[in-house]
């Protein structure tokens, strides 16, 4: 797997590109049957009949979905030690999101999400400022059941649904992270962005995401997704740039300033296309909607949709 940093205009790290061999076979599988029906499944369990993650069915009407969690992720990397952690330093350091990104690819690299192309892991895109009311809780679809709403979504507000229940507060290895929190060492919480739920999954870090909130903090967070397409987001970016610049040609009164500001945003605009966010691939589910419902039917009978 080659990996690239990706630095903003100014030199600062942003983010980390993944390209992958396209014999990579993911062990967490993202599968559809039929136009609304899906199920991720974590295909390196001991138990190849074991429940999925989550089973999902988007709304005719696709506001939404409705989603129930069988089974909690148990693949996740091994907990984070407090000495490994502080060795990498702080965020207050320019390098510590890089630092920590290259440590998670090699742990994607041995199980994950991770199939064939390209990959960014980001620490700063527009769809990871979750919302995080004052007691710094951000918002979380409810487990193991419960709706996605598509319309809720702005671009300051984006979900994170864990893949497991969160430990409460008082749990021995929360309470450890919570004092990270306090000195700024606690590692990145990991989330995975899948389109087709508009939603952040946590892949790594579940106990550090409850040790943040339970000290009202909002936590350091590193964002895998797929890239965007250029030559499908391009005019975005260069039609809000001409629009800017015939705002400035028409005001008599507008400096070089103006004209300096057009093209600095025109120029984060673009650098934000290579970031992510692009669309999740999803491979078809053996059997159909038929086999979904069986899955629903053996491991979410009580599910109420």
């Known amino acids: 797997m080659d990996r690239t940093n990706l630095t903003r205009p100014g030199g600062e790290w942003d983010a980390l590109r993944l390209d992958v061999p396209e014999s990579a076979r993911p062990s967490l599988r993202l599968s559809v049957a039929g136009n609304r029906n899906l199920v991720l499944v974590d295909e390196s369990a001991a138990d190849a009949d074991a429940p999925p993650l989550l089973l999902g069915e988007i709304d005719p009407q696709c506001y939404g979905v409705d989603y129930h969690c069988p089974a909690p992720l148990h693949s996740s990397p091994a907990p984070l030690r407090a000495a490994d952690a502080r060795a ?19 742990e994607l690299a041995a199980g994950g999400p991770l199939y ?25 679809p409810t ?54 739920l508009q939603t952040h999954v946590v892949l790594d870090g579940h106990d550090r995401l409850a040790a943040s909130i339970a000290e009202h ?14 030559d499908a987001y391009v005019e975005g970016p260069v039609g ?44 078809p589910l053996k059997g159909g909607v038929p086999a979904w419902r069986s899955l629903v039917a053996r491991h979410a009978p009580d599910w109420a949709r």
């Open 143 to 196: 487990r193991p059941g419960g709706r996605i709403d598509f319309n809720a979504h702005t671009s300051d507000y984006w979900e994170i649904l864990p893949l497991r229940a969160l430990s409460p507060a008082e749990h021995g290895r929360v309470k450890a992270y919570r004092k990270q929190v306090r000195d700024g060492s606690l590692p990145p919480v990991l989330v995975w962005w899948i389109s087709v």
């Open 240 to 283: 809000g740039y001409e629009q800017r610049m015939a705002s400035i040609t028409a005001a008599p009164d507008a400096g070089a300033n103006a004209v300096r500001d057009a093209g600095l945003q025109l120029a984060r605009d673009l650098h934000r296309l290579r970031q992510g966010y692009g669309p999740t691939r999803a491979w």
């Open 116 to 140: 064939g192309g390209a990959w960014v892991l980001s620490r700063d895109m527009d769809r990871t400022r979750l919302r995080f009311p004052a007691f710094a809780a951000p918002t979380m």
């Open 88 to 106: 990498l330093g702080s965020a207050d350091d320019r390098t510590w999101y890089a630092r920590w990104a290259h440590r998670m690819a090699d």
């Open 217 to 230: 903090r909002v936590p350091p967070l590193l964002v895998l997704s797929r890239p965007m397409a250029y």
